[in-house]
Structure formats: C-alpha cells, structure tokens
C-alpha cells in the first residue's frame, strides 16, 4: 500500500474514528464558510512585505488581523491605535498571503476528513491562484538590504515557509485523488519551477557566498525545495538535497547543538528549525526515504530535539522564550502543537502533554482540548489527557553544557529554576548572561521576556541586560560573550548550579550560586571588580506581579529627585527608581500572590552600602505597554554579594555569620551555607 493511501485512509479513519476529530473537521469546514460569506478570500495581487513591522509605534503591540477583511489600509492596535502607512500595508499582506494559504491546506484536509468536494475546489482554486500570480510577483523591490529578496513577500524566508503551506495543500489533494486540468497543472508545475529556482539561488547565497550555512534560513529553504521535489515525484533530487552541503543531514549537525538545542539558544528558534526538519522528513517519506530517525555528526535529531522542549518547559507547559521569540503568539502556538503532535506520533515522548495543551489553550481552546487545523493533520491519539503517573512523577534537573543553559528541580519543592550562561546566540542573542527565571509549579515568576516584534522601536530594550534578571555595571549592558558552569551537582538533598562570567565587563568577575533543597532556593551572587574605580552594581530581578512588602516605601517628588532613572542608552526610554525598601533589621522580606493564591516569599540580606529599589520598567513582550515593578538590589563598590533566598507559605531569615557564611532560618531551624573559593556553595 502507498503512503498516499495510507494518508487518505488515516484522514477519513481518524474523523469517523475519534470524536474530537470530527468536531475539529467540523468546525474548521464551519470556519472557511464564515470566511467565504465574508467575500474575503481573494488573493491579493501585491505581495507581502515584512511582518515584523505589523506593530503598533506607541504601544508596541502587535496589530489585530481580522480574517474576514478583504482588504484594509487602516490597521488597528487592541489599546485602539490607528495607523497607515506602506510598512504596515505590506505586514498586513503578510498575514493575508499566509492566511490563504493556511487556508487551502484547511479545506484540503476538511476535504479529506468529510469527503465535501467543494472544500477541495476552494482548495484548488487558491493553489491555482497562488501559482498563476506567483511569475507576476517582482523579486521584491522594497525588501530591506541585508534580507534575501523574495517574490511574494520581502524574505525569501517567509516565501520558503507559504510555499511549504501551499503545496502541502496540493499534495494532500493529489493524495485524495483530486484532478487538476492540463492548464491548472501547467500553472502548478511554472510556480514550482520558479520556487526551485529561488530556493537554490538563495541556498548559494547562504552556503558559499555568506559562509552562513547553519542559518535557520537554510533549513526553511531546504524544506521549501523537499516540497517541490516531493510534489513532481523526484527522489533523486530530494536524496541529493538531504545529503548536500548545507542539506538536511549537515544543517542538523551545524544547526543543532549536540546537547539538541537549536545553536541560537532562542526556544522560538528551536521549534522554528524543528518544525522545518519534520515538513522535509514528511516529504521525504514520500519519496521513501525515513528520514525521521536521522541523526547529526554528533547525534543531533529530531527526537532529542523534540526531548529538550519536554525539559525546558515550565510545569504548565509554558516553554521559556529564551533569546529572541515570543512569550506567546497565535502562530507561534500553532507552530509548537505541530511538532508536538508530530513528535507524539512518531516518538511517543513522554511528558509532551502539558506542551500540547498549553498551546491548544494559546489557540482558543478553554481546556487544552485539541482544536485547530494542527489537531486535524497532525494528531493521532485519542486525547491528550496528561497520564496520572505523570502528575506525581518530578522531572530532575538537566545541564544542557553546549548550549549553555541549565534547569533545577528537586522533589517537594514546587519551586525550580533555569540559568543561561552559554553563546551570546548571534543575531537573535540577548546580553543576558546568568539570567535567571524562577519558576512555581503554578506559575513562574521571573521569565525571560522574549522580544517584541523586530519592527518596534523597543526592540533593544528586550536584549539588553538591565531586562532580565542579572546584574549589569552603571546601566550598561553585557558584553556579548560566554559563560562557564563551574559545578552542577543533583543530590536527594539538592540541586546546585554554580555560573560564572569573566567576560561581561572588562576585569569583573561574576558568580553566581543557586542551592535548591526540599524547602527553599538560594540565590547568591557574587561580583568582584579589578578595577580601582568603584561601579555601581546592579541586581535585577523582573517579576511578573509587584512585590509586596511593609518595608517598601513609595518615592515622592523629592525623594525621586535624589534618585535619578537608571540610563540605558540613548534610543531607549530612561527607567524611574518609585520605591525604596526602609527594612528595619538586615532582612528586606516581600512577597508575590500568584494564581490560585499561592505565595512566593523572598529575603534579601541587605549588606552594608547596599540599597533595594523598585524600578518602573517597561511590559513584557506580548503588552510592554503596561508597565512592571522591577526590584534593584544595588551597591556602588569593587566587590558585592546579593543573597537572597525564596520559599512556599512562609519566609525565611537570612544571617550574615561570616564574610563566607550565611544561616538560612526557616520554620525555626536554621541552615548554615559557606561559600569557598574554589568549591562553591557548602551546607555545613
């Protein structure tokens, strides 16, 4: 039996099989007459320009996409913004091109799923369409100097990503028996001739003429060919492809870091190469090549790939948008159920689950049920109910020591943490080093913002230093550079990560020191400085909700006078100091009400010369425009310890016994931790 076969007979199974399927079926046929009542699926004659300029100049939201809309000029933001303007015409016509395209897979497999042949003429209709206009699209005058030009749209990434929609539409209908006229075929074939064309010409561009060939481009404009190749029956090419320079075979062994994380260090990034990977191993299977259980020169797959999302996520399934990328974006969802669906189906990866339904939630289903057309193509179990032993079973902590980034966790402590100390990341890097997200079980408290969408004015601020939660010297940012994990060690008793930094700044030393036990979480920061000159040391921390504390004073006019913004840099908006800590001992206590009521208690011991601030900052990535509370724990000197500890229910009290140790009091026992020079954090 073909694979063809297999294809159509497991579409129509599955919908006639599971409920859920057939709902799904339903609704997305429900969905496409909506947008067919609305008059709006026409393809637009301009091509599209960037995306990443869809987004509003004061709020530095994304603007809203109503599908429904045949055309629009004026563009609006969800705090009601209206712009105009060539830039965000040609975003819009980003999301339109892709929306017609997502569109003719949808009713392809709505066509499949339900046997109603007039989703499969919708579906033909646009991909006949698309390829007739395709000639007629310039390579793109407009496109910004350092992008590599497409037709249809600015990038030739963006078209590489489209056509792989377009003709996964096409395939699918080929699979269900659905004819295409000699003059519809003759369109086909010219588009994908042209496509061809404009993928190798880039492909040489990135390889050999940029010397780039690990870019995230490459894997897109791989993919982008293995459809082409796949959709006219040529094995021989698509063999060629997956073992050329640049091809799929070399890009995950140049692309993906042998600890299986994408080389950016950015998570956005890592879903995005992934999901490239598994749309040329689908058409690869369609040339009888098994691609799925391919490995890199140093043991990089798809598989581990898909294992690294399961130990990077939080407990809710939230994974941390590390680097450049989104906290969480329509598409973004729908790209991270693809290739989880996939990786459920062909891996059977444990713990994905939580992953699944976080972004089923993101997509617009209330429970985490599946919905969408991901769940249609791509799913295959009967739910994605998490499994009882799962809930009770902890995952451990993981040192990931290529990509620089480890995670703790310890049984019975609901809390856990995650540390970036490895490669700036390029391009899509953050100057983040040390950074540390905290997080509950419930919910987490510090993440790593992401970045809003390039084209905003704001964009710097999310990659520099004073945004995530380390410490920077006088307002200025990291060098890019990397870190070095002195010591990991889980023990039954503890997890404890010891990070440190030499190149951030010139002649300063950074160390950082996290112990987690059953019962709380120590975070000790050490900065020592060669220099003579004293430095003011900054200590960030970005929590998601405001601290709350008796000890913290709001600034008045004149106090805010004797406190001066915190200067970035030029282009971005200074950072007002609103409150003061006033503790009346050496202990500053706060704490943080998350959902369900659950609270995060955390002591700072405040050292001598040392000050704790509040700091109005800019939003995360998905709203900057509504503003957080960060803290800044300060001290201008040659040499700083921050020490602070976090815990469930109850704070504890930190003591100063000596220069190297400290006691942890909690519940009225009390821990004494030192700290040594050449062995790290000890519980004596």
Not at 248 to 262: M, N
Not at 393 to 400: E, F, H, N, P
Not at 564 to 588: M, T, Y
Request: with cysteine; proline share 5%; aromatic share 8%.
């Amino acid at each position: 039996m073909s694979d063809a076969v297999k294809v159509k007979e497991s579409m129509r199974a599955k919908v006639q099989r599971l409920a859920w399927a057939s709902e799904v079926a339903n609704s997305l046929k429900k969905e496409i007459d909506g947008l067919q009542a609305s008059g709006s699926m026409i393809i637009p004659l301009e091509p599209g320009g960037w995306w990443h300029q869809y987004v509003c100049p004061q709020h530095h939201t994304e603007l809203l996409f109503d599908p429904s809309v045949a055309d629009a000029m004026q563009f609006h933001c969800p705090h009601g913004c209206m712009v105009e303007g060539a830039e965000y015409r040609g975003a819009w016509l980003v999301y339109k091109h892709q929306l017609l395209a997502r569109i003719a897979l949808q009713a392809a497999a709505v066509y499949a799923g339900l046997r109603d042949y007039a989703y499969a003429e919708l579906s033909k209709q646009l991909i006949v369409a698309y390829a007739a206009q395709f000639p007629l699209y310039p390579v793109h005058p407009d496109a910004q100097p350092w992008m590599l030009k497409g037709r249809a749209f600015h990038q030739a990434l963006t078209e590489s990503i489209w056509s792989t929609t377009l003709i996964r539409a096409y395939v699918l209908l080929l699979d269900e028996g659905v004819v295409f006229s000699s003059d519809e075929q003759h369109k086909v074939d010219t588009f994908l001739h042209l496509l061809e064309q404009s993928m190798r010409a880039y492909r040489g561009i990135l390889i050999h003429e940029r010397n780039n060939a690990e870019n995230n481009y490459t894997a897109w404009l791989n993919a982008s060919l293995a459809c082409v190749y796949a959709a006219r029956g040529e094995r021989h090419e698509l063999e060629a492809l997956v073992e050329a320079e640049g091809g799929f075979r070399h890009h995950l062994s140049i692309g993906v870091k042998p600890d299986q994380l994408e080389f950016e260090g950015s998570t956005y990034y890592h879903v995005f190469v992934l999901r490239a990977y598994m749309i040329f191993a689908e058409m690869a299977k369609r040339c009888d090549r098994d691609l799925y259980a391919c490995e890199g020169s140093l043991g990089q797959s798809m598989r581990g790939m898909v294992e690294a999302l399961v130990e990077l996520a939080d407990d809710q399934g939230v994974l941390p948008a590390l680097h450049d990328g989104p906290m969480e974006r329509l598409p973004y969802a729908r790209e991270i159920a693809e290739v989880v669906e996939l990786g459920l189906s062909h891996y059977a990866v444990e713990g994905l689950e939580p992953i699944l339904r976080e972004a089923y939630r993101q997509m617009g289903s209330a429970d985490g049920s599946r919905c969408g057309l991901e769940a249609l193509l791509y799913g295959a179990t009967a739910s994605i109910a998490i499994p009882s032993e799962a809930l009770t079973k902890s995952r451990g902590s993981k040192l990931w020591p290529a990509s620089g980034f480890v995670v703790g966790r310890q049984v019975d402590n609901p809390l856990s943490f995650l540390v970036d100390f490895g490669e700036h990341g390029g391009a899509h890097g953050h100057l983040d080093k040390l950074h540390l997200t905290l997080m509950h079980k419930d919910q987490t408290l510090t993440p790593d913002f992401g970045v809003v969408p390039y084209g905003s004015t704001l964009r710097p601020w999310f990659g520099e230093t004073a945004s995530h939660n380390t410490v920077s010297l006088g307002g200025k940012s990291q060098a890019e550079h990397t870190g070095l994990c002195m010591h990991f060690e889980q023990t039954e008793a503890s997890t404890y990560a010891w990070l440190q930094s030499d190149a951030a700044y010139e002649g300063c030393r950074l160390n950082r020191h996290l112990l987690l036990t059953s019962d709380w979480l120590l975070d000790w920061f050490e900065v020592t400085l060669l220099s003579e000159d004293l430095q003011s040391i900054e200590w960030w921390m970005h929590p998601m909700v405001d601290p709350l504390s008796e000890e913290l004073k709001e600034l008045s006019f004149a106090d805010k006078v004797q406190y001066p913004p915190i200067h970035i840099q030029p282009n971005l908006p200074d950072l007002p100091i609103v409150g003061r800590f006033f503790p009346e001992a050496s202990n500053v206590s706060m704490k943080y009400v998350l959902m369900h009521g659950v609270q995060i208690h955390q002591t700072a011991l405040m050292l001598p010369d040392q000050e704790l601030l509040t700091v109005r900052t800019p939003g995360h990535s998905i709203d900057s425009s509504v503003p957080l509370t960060a803290l800044l724990h300060r001290q201008s000197s040659k040499q700083a310890s921050f020490i602070h500890v976090y815990r469930i229910g109850a704070g504890a009290m930190l003591g100063l016994i000596a220069k190297d140790h400290i006691g942890i009091t909690a519940d009225g026992r009390t821990t004494t931790v030192q700290l040594l020079p050449e062995k790290g954090l000890l519980i004596v």
